[in-house]
């Protein structure tokens, strides 16, 4: 749910507003554009700010000057953007939420988009700062009654009107409407973790999944009776303990010009929708357990991903699936020692009822991949608390069979701030999940655990060019950033998106 937050774009001619933000470098110049604006006595008192407040004009650090009488505004902000290196590899969503941060009270909000030479003033970076200042005044708060106070900037219940002024403001407003796209997929996957357990169990959630068609997205959900028929018993083992039925929705997005060869091929996202996780038998400690409504990220991730690509019209081809479960511990829930046979034929020795994401995406994976023959597949998954002690959470562990795939994950990790950083495979660790009963066990021990997991996703994938994604320290509970005050994050949606746009998508 976004915050009342109206953003526009015009020519860069600022009349009487509330809240004028300016941007200065390291050098502390103020643009030719800005010195007209404001004239030579506005000129004058930012300079005095500037040098009273000893501003350096560090990247994203802030200064707010109340302006004096005879302004055509009620305060100045002043946003740094360092030095010429920063400016040129600056990341503008990232911006726009800094400068969402500074809005406070105000009912109005002018961005000048000028500043130092190096800095970019295009409609992509318009569009950029637009973004940021969305996702920055995301809240989730359908179920609280208490008021918001109307003096916290990422609280705040009032709209808020902001104009950017750039060159070419129609094209900032062409640009925006990916952006926006991608915007709502963001906070759709974000809505979608924050809700309860008790809101969004698997045939609610793929009710919400089924939403996606009104944008064109073609939708089939697989009830258990159709995953019993079909032979996804690894899946429907993890979900046996509950009273809920397990579900799992097929997203197609057909997008690509092209109906026949390599171009038509589609590509596939895969995601881990475990709507809640007690550990099943092997269960979870107390402390800390609430946290595992959000062990769907992954699937959240998918389908925000979806509706950005068919929001924008993407054009290319895309499958995206979720297997959504809850794993409980009742009389009739999965036990450690039961041998289950996934999809795949592959036997599976249940060693811990708690590594239980690795068996429904077995199965989506082995599915998807049969079915639909696509060109890669990439899952995610809130899948190891073994990659929070790896990685923290900075960065999404990387796992992948193909290594052009990683490089393009890493770049569009690079360009969106959403990092990934890869981890080793190797048959080593593949042979720590062998069983002495059944093809393989769901768990490998404790050393190298998010390595294990992966090499059992792995035997689930073929030849296929395939990446898995484990989320478990960046879409849940992770630490708050300038575009993001929420418990979910929806990490994922931007880096896919931008995988797809620079990558994949059908060019002729």
């Not at 920063?86 to 009270?105: C, F, M, N, P, W």
């Not at 909000?109 to 030479?117: E, I, M, Q, Y």
């Amino acid at each position: 749910m976004a915050a009342m937050l109206k953003i526009g774009f015009a020519s860069p001619t600022v009349e009487k507003t509330g809240t004028l933000v300016l941007f200065v470098g390291s050098d502390l110049e103020v643009s030719a554009a800005t010195r007209k604006l404001i004239g030579t006595a506005g000129v004058g008192t930012v300079k005095r700010a500037l040098s009273a407040e000893k501003f350096k004009g560090k990247e994203r650090a802030v200064l707010v000057i109340p302006a004096p009488q005879g302004f055509d505004v009620d305060r100045l902000v002043i946003v740094g953007v360092g030095n010429d290196d920063e400016q040129e590899k600056a990341d503008y969503v990232r911006l726009g939420g800094v400068i969402a941060s500074t809005l406070g009270s105000a009912n109005a909000a002018a961005v000048l988009l000028d500043g130092p030479p190096k800095w970019r003033t295009d409609a992509e970076a318009a569009a950029d700062i637009a973004l940021g200042m969305r996702l920055r005044h995301y809240r989730f708060d359908k179920y609280k009654a208490k008021k918001r106070d109307a003096n916290d900037s990422d609280k705040a219940d009032h709209p808020i009107t902001v104009t950017i002024h750039v060159e070419d403001p129609v094209a900032a407003k062409r640009v925006i409407r990916a952006r926006d796209a991608v915007g709502t997929g963001v906070e759709l996957a974000r809505d979608l973790v924050n809700e309860p357990p008790n809101v969004l169990d698997p045939v609610e959630f793929a009710k919400r999944a089924k939403e996606l068609e009104k944008l064109g997205v073609e939708i089939t959900i697989l009830d258990e009776k159709q995953l019993t028929k079909i032979g996804m018993r690894a899946l429907l083992g993890v979900g046996q303990g509950s009273e809920k039925e397990s579900r799992v929705v097929i997203m197609r997005w057909n997008g690509a010009k092209a109906k026949k060869g390599s171009k038509a091929q589609p590509v596939a996202f895969i995601g881990k929708g475990v709507v809640f996780d007690t550990g099943g038998i092997s269960i979870k400690p107390a402390q800390g357990m609430e946290d595992m409504k959000g062990d769907m990220a992954g699937a959240a991730c998918v389908v925000g991903l979806m509706h950005a690509l068919a929001a924008r019209k993407a054009k290319v081809n895309v499958v995206g699936a979720i297997g959504l479960v809850e794993n409980m511990p009742d009389g009739n829930a999965q036990r450690p020692g039961d041998i289950v046979t996934s999809l795949s034929g592959q036997t599976i020795e249940i060693i811990n009822t708690d590594a239980e994401g690795r068996l429904v995406l077995g199965d989506v994976l082995w599915y998807v991949n049969e079915t639909y023959k696509p060109s890669f597949m990439i899952d995610l998954a809130t899948l190891t608390g073994a990659i929070l002690i790896a990685l923290g959470q900075e960065y999404a562990g990387l796992f992948s069979n193909d290594d052009t795939l990683a490089e393009r994950l890493h770049a569009a990790g690079q360009a969106t701030g959403e990092g990934v950083w890869r981890m080793p495979l190797g048959a080593a660790y593949d042979k720590m999940i062998d069983s002495k009963f059944a093809d393989m066990k769901n768990t490998g021990g404790r050393f190298g655990g998010s390595i294990t997991a992966a090499q059992f996703l792995k035997r689930f994938v073929g030849d296929t060019p395939w990446a898995h994604l484990d989320i478990a320290g960046t879409a849940m509970s992770s630490p708050e950033t300038d575009i993001n005050k929420s418990w979910a994050s929806g990490w994922g949606v931007r880096l896919l998106d931008r995988l797809v746009a620079d990558y994949y998508e059908d060019r002729d």
